[in-house]
């Protein structure tokens, strides 16, 4: 399976981005997903969530403000951040977990595939 990210770029603060992660294959609609960022000299952390089924988890820095969502007939994840803040500057990765049992700040190692990254500046 490969994940590539898209949608990245240059925003002031206040404003919105849409990326998106695409993947190979024909067994995406059967992951869960999640949208992880790592800004410079920090640690990856996932931001959002969203299972097979639906349902969705989010970070709390940024629930409110970023949604996610799929399109299985696409394999295709999306997130859709709004109300941008400086903070939110980081390098977006895609994940997919074939055993829908990690969350966002814990079994990371089941995460078995990722994307390669895309940026994204607020300032």
């Known amino acids: 399976v490969q994940l590539v990210e898209s949608g990245g770029g240059s925003v002031q603060p206040g404003g919105s981005l849409r990326l998106s992660c695409v993947a190979s294959?024909?067994?995406?609609?059967?992951?869960?997903m999640v949208w992880f960022r790592q800004a410079p000299g920090q640690e990856r952390v996932g931001v959002a969530r969203?299972?097979?089924?639906?349902?969705?988890t989010y970070a709390h820095s940024v629930q409110g403000r970023f949604t996610i969502s799929r399109d299985n007939a696409k394999n295709t994840l999306y997130l859709q951040m709004d109300s941008l803040k400086p903070e939110d500057s980081a390098v977006y990765y895609c994940?997919?977990?074939?055993?829908?049992?990690?969350?966002?700040?814990?079994?990371?190692?089941?995460?078995?595939?990722w994307g390669q990254g895309t940026q994204v500046t607020v300032s």
């Open positions: 969203i299972h097979r089924h639906g349902s969705t």
């Open positions: 294959g024909d067994t995406y609609s059967s992951y869960c």
């Open positions: 994940a997919a977990d074939p055993s829908c049992l990690a969350g966002l700040d814990y079994g990371l190692g089941l995460y078995e595939y």
